[in-house]
């Protein structure tokens, strides 16, 4: 099994946070056919083949995601749209 495991620095006020967050989990939807939720601090996304959640601290985000065999193939552009998102909102 493969693991996505991010840790990106923010500034924002945690209602801006959190909404930068719901528009990453948005572009990942409309992307890989991801499912989210909220619970607490922490958004959850799920598809098959994929099980992850961003955790919302107050300095940083933590993403983390186990990948299923056939969802290893697609690690790398996974990762890269991740990242580019969180750049671009962060």
Request: proline letters at 3%; hydrophobic letters at 40%; a positive charge.
């Amino acid at each position: 099994m493969s693991k996505i495991d991010i840790r990106h620095p923010h500034s924002l006020p945690k209602a801006k946070a959190r909404k930068a967050i719901e528009e990453v989990a948005k572009k990942l939807a409309e992307r890989f056919q991801m499912d989210w939720d909220w619970t607490g601090d922490v958004l959850n996304f799920s598809r098959s083949g994929v099980d992850g959640h961003i955790e919302l601290g107050t300095k940083d985000l933590h993403v983390h995601a186990k990948l299923g065999f056939l969802t290893a193939m697609f690690k790398e552009p996974i990762e890269n749209e991740i990242k580019r998102v969180l750049q671009e909102r962060f």
